[in-house]
T-cell receptor, first 113, second 113 residues
């Protein structure tokens, strides 16, 4: 089944404790992206990757890192999480950038205390 | 810059029509429409490209006015299943902006029996 998977789905952590949210797609997609969703703010892009080894900042990259060493994986790293990073995170992928639909993962609900 | 969606919320009876607008202050290359139901990931509806045609499937269609940098989503003869939050995403696709997709804050649509 074609899908985007994220792990973990739920995470409660403490300020400053490094964490990684994994994202994997099995559709051989070139383009992958991370978004955060907060009430009243919609979806905001954190980072995106046009292809392997190519990543770029979205609109809200501060406090996040990403890497794209393999086509299928695009992990989101929070080196020192803070409470303002409490949010719902979505990973998405599309066959390539341009006029192609994005497939979203199920989301990861992160709480930083 | 985040596109502006209007209205913020709308309540319909089954069978009624609705229009959701998305407006940007930047020159756009493409407009993406997604629907998100409560507790779920966003799901793709359609993409409109600069120079492309109006799109539609079933009773949902959309248009893209390149001169005004506006897009509208038309929902005809609404069904209960149309309930959810609708997001438009805009992309400029030039210079360093390729890959950057900026979503509006969303329009919450509720369809009542």
């Amino acid at each position: 089944e074609a899908q985007v998977t994220q792990n973990p789905r739920y995470l409660i952590t403490v300020t400053g404790k490094k964490l990684t949210v994994t994202c994997s797609q099995n559709m051989n997609h070139e383009y992958m992206s991370w978004y955060r969703q907060d009430p009243g703010l919609g979806l905001r892009q954190i980072y995106y990757s046009m292809n392997v080894e190519v990543t770029d900042k979205g609109d809200v990259p501060e406090g996040y890192k990403v890497s794209r060493k393999e086509k299928r994986n695009f992990p989101l790293i929070l080196e020192s999480p803070s409470p303002n990073q409490t949010s719902l995170y979505f990973c998405a992928s599309s066959s390539r950038w341009g006029g192609y639909e994005q497939y979203f993962g199920p989301g990861t609900r992160l709480t930083v205390t | 810059q985040q596109p502006v969606q209007s209205p913020q919320a709308v309540i319909l009876r089954e069978g009624e029509d609705a229009v959701i607008n998305c407006s940007s202050s930047k020159a756009l290359y493409s407009v993406h429409w997604y629907r998100q139901k409560h507790g779920e990931a966003p799901v793709f509806l359609m993409i409109l490209l600069k120079g492309g045609e109006q799109k539609g499937h079933d009773k949902i269609s959309a248009s893209f006015n390149e001169k005004k940098q506006q897009s509208s989503l038309y929902l005809t003869a609404s069904q209960l299943s149309y309930s959810g939050t609708y997001f438009c995403g805009t992309a400029m696709n030039y210079g360093g902006s390729q890959g950057n997709l900026i979503f509006g804050k969303g329009t919450k649509l509720s369809v009542k029996p």
